[in-house]
């Protein structure tokens, strides 16, 4: 059994709010939202536009995303635009790039 000092996570609240974010992401089409929001503000008509899904699906994903801190929007006239809120999940989703993406695998080789 590994000692806490060699756990990566320690704290209990850590891990929830960690477990919490990873579960709100793991759709692939919020993941997609994500990836393509990368460090951008991006209108929800123009998220529903590149993404290829109707309004109301994409709003309830933007939903679960802002509900979980992951993004934040702002409301601008009759547009409602939306940002990731914090820089430690483009880091992340950046990581899941070199693990998972093959051609990013590759040209790292």
Same mark, same amino acid.
């Given at each position: 059994m590994? =000692?806490? %000092?060699?756990?990566? +996570? =320690?704290? !209990?609240? !850590?891990?929830? #709010? /960690? /477990?919490? &974010?990873? *579960? /709100? $992401? /793991?759709h692939p089409l919020r993941l *997609? +939202?994500?990836? $393509?929001l990368g460090s951008n503000e991006v209108s929800v008509q123009d998220i529903v536009e590149l993404v290829g899904t109707s309004q109301s699906n994409i709003s309830q994903h933007l939903? +679960?995303?802002? !509900?979980?801190?992951?993004? &934040? &929007?702002r409301k601008d006239a009759n547009r409602v635009y939306y %940002?990731?809120?914090d820089a430690r999940t483009? #880091?992340?989703i950046d990581m899941m790039r070199d693990v998972f993406c093959s !051609?990013? +695998? *590759?040209?790292?080789q």
């Open positions: 590994e =000692t806490a %000092k060699n756990m990566l +996570i =320690t704290r !209990d609240e !850590d891990i929830e #709010r /960690a /477990a919490l &974010s990873m *579960k /709100a $992401m /793991a *997609k +939202i994500l990836c $393509m939903a +679960i995303l802002r !509900d979980k801190a992951i993004l &934040s &929007s %940002k990731i809120e483009l #880091r992340l !051609d990013h +695998i *590759k040209a790292n």
